[in-house]
C-alpha cells in the first residue's frame, strides 16, 4: 500500500456514517474511483449493498442509477459484488487535481479599481471569495453595497451585493440569487460572481445591461452556507450540508435547501436520518442560515417584490421550475415558465453548444421538500423562482469538480442566458 493511500485508508468511515468523518485532515481522493450503478427503481438495495463499504455516493437521484467513489483499497471487493457498474473515473483524485490548487487572489491596485478576470481562471479560497466581493462592490460604490443577512451556525457572515439602476436603491424589483447553498457545488459561486462582475461593469457600455439594471435591483448571495464551503476546501471536497451539530448524533449538518418552512413535513423529498446528503433537519427552518434567508426573502417581499429568484447549482444542466414536493403541481403561470425556460435553454447553447433540460423539478429532476424555489414560489411571491443546474452533464465522470478551464465557459453561457431573460421577463 502506498503512503498516500494508507492516509486515504485511515481517513475511511462506513456509508452510514459518512457525515461523521471525525477527522480534519483534508481528504485527497486519490485513487478513488468512480462508478454509476444501475438500481432499476430498487435503491435501497443497491445502497444496502454496498453499505459496509466507504464509498460515497455522488447523486441523490437514485432510482435509476447510483453514482458513488470507492476508495483504492476497497475497489476489488466492491467489484466482486458484481453490480451493474460503469466506470465514471478512474481516479478521483486526478479529476480534482485538474480543478486545481486554491490560487490566492491580489486586490487590484488604485482607487475604485475593477478586480482582473484572471478571477475567473481558477477556484480560491473562501476568504478571497469576500475580499474579491469588497474590491468590485468598491469600484461602483454609488451603484452598490455589500449587505449581511444573519450568520451561519459557525457566526460567519452570510453576505451579499445589492445593485441598482438610474431608479436609485431600492426602487425597483428584486432580481435575487443564492449560490453554493451545496458546499460542494463551487462552480456555483464562481458563475453567480461572473454574473454579478458583468452586471456592475457592462452598465455604462452596454445598452440591454443599463435596460435590465435600470429595470430591477438585484440581490446576490455567492455563498449562502459559508461553513460547508470552507469545509469542502480545507477538509472533505464532497461536502454538501451546514455544519450544524445536533445534540445526541455524531452526524453532522443539515442541508439547507430541504429545511425551507414550506412543504417541509412532506415525506419522500428530503431524509430524516441525520447523517443523510439530504437530512431536512428536525424542524422546519431550524438552520441558522435558512432563518436568515427566510427573514431577507420576506424583507424584499415586503418591499417591491420579487420577480425572479435563482438557485444557483451543479451539476446536471438542468433549468428547473416549480415544483418539487409534487410531481403533478404546476405554478399559476406555468405555461409562461415554460416557454421562458425553453428559450433560455435555447440561448444558453447558442453560446459553446451547451445543453440543458428544462421542465418542472420534481417530474424533471427528482421530488424535493423545504426548497427554496417552492417557498419563494407560494411565501416569497416570486414571479419565477428556478434552480438551475450548472456544468457538467449528469453523465459526467467528475460530477461536482469542474476543471477550472471550465469556469469562464460555464459563466459565460449563463451570462449570455440572463441577458436574454431579463429581457423578456
Ligand atoms: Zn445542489
Redesign the pocket.
Known amino acids: 500500500m502506498k503512503l498516500n493511500n494508507l492516509a486515504t485508508f485511515l481517513l475511511v468511515v462506513p456509508l452510514a456514517l459518512a457525515s461523521a468523518v471525525p477527522k480534519e485532515r483534508k481528504q485527497t481522493y486519490n485513487g478513488y474511483k468512480t462508478y454509476k450503478i444501475a438500481t432499476h427503481n430498487n435503491p435501497a438495495e443497491v445502497r444496502a449493498k454496498i453499505a459496509k463499504f466507504a464509498a460515497i455516493p455522488f447523486n441523490t437521484r437514485d432510482d435509476v442509477h447510483l453514482d458513488v467513489a470507492v476508495p483504492p483499497e476497497e475497489i476489488a471487493a466492491f467489484e466482486a459484488l458484481g453490480l451493474e457498474t460503469t466506470v465514471l473515473s478512474e481516479d478521483l483524485g486526478a479529476d480534482i487535481a485538474e480543478e486545481g490548487p486554491l490560487v490566492a487572489y491580489e486586490s487590484p491596485v488604485g482607487v475604485q479599481a475593477i478586480p482582473s478576470l484572471t478571477w475567473f481562471n481558477n477556484y480560491h479560497a473562501y476568504a478571497d471569495h469576500i475580499t474579491f466581493f469588497n474590491d468590485l462592490q468598491a469600484a461602483f460604490p454609488t451603484q452598490s453595497e455589500i449587505f449581511t443577512v444573519g450568520k451561519s451556525f459557525q457566526g460567519r457572515d452570510i453576505f451579499g451585493i445589492h445593485i441598482w439602476g438610474s431608479g436609485g436603491k431600492g426602487s425597483k424589483p428584486a432580481i435575487y440569487f443564492h449560490g453554493t447553498?451545496?458546499a460542494r457545488?463551487w462552480i456555483s459561486a464562481k458563475v453567480v460572481e461572473y454574473l454579478t462582475y458583468n452586471l456592475l461593469t457592462q452598465y455604462t457600455n452596454d445598452t440591454a445591461v443599463k435596460a435590465i439594471r435600470d429595470a430591477y435591483d438585484f440581490y446576490i448571495l455567492p455563498v449562502v452556507n459559508p461553513d460547508g464551503f470552507v469545509y469542502s476546501q480545507t477538509t472533505t471536497r464532497l461536502w454538501r450540508k451546514n455544519r450544524q451539530t445536533r445534540s445526541g448524533s455524531t452526524c453532522v449538518g443539515t442541508d439547507i435547501?430541504r429545511n425551507w418552512p414550506y412543504k417541509w413535513e412532506l415525506t419522500g423529498g428530503a431524509s430524516t436520518d441525520r447523517c443523510s446528503e439530504t437530512y431536512k433537519g428536525l424542524a422546519a427552518g431550524d438552520t441558522p442560515e435558512n432563518q436568515a434567508l427566510v427573514a431577507f426573502t420576506q424583507k424584499l417581499k415586503n418591499g417591491k417584490g420579487i420577480k425572479f429568484y435563482v438557485d444557483w447549482?451543479s451539476y446536471g444542466q438542468y433549468i428547473l421550475l416549480p415544483y418539487g414536493y409534487d410531481c403533478n403541481a404546476r405554478a399559476s403561470n406555468h405555461a409562461a415558465q415554460n416557454t421562458l425556460a425553453k428559450n433560455l435553454a435555447a440561448e444558453i447553447q447558442k453560446s459553446y453548444g451547451t445543453r440543458f433540460t428544462y421542465g418542472p423539478s420534481c417530474s424533471t429532476l427528482y421530488k424535493t421538500t423545504g426548497s427554496a424555489p417552492d417557498y419563494l414560489t407560494d411565501v416569497g411571491g416570486a414571479t419565477y423562482a428556478w434552480t438551475i443546474e450548472l456544468r457538467p452533464t449528469s453523465s459526467s465522470s467528475n460530477g461536482f469538480v469542474l476543471p477550472a478551464t471550465q469556469i469562464l465557459p460555464a459563466s459565460i453561457e449563463q451570462w449570455n442566458g440572463l441577458k436574454y431573460l431579463l429581457a423578456n421577463i
Open positions: 447553498v451545496h457545488e435547501n447549482h
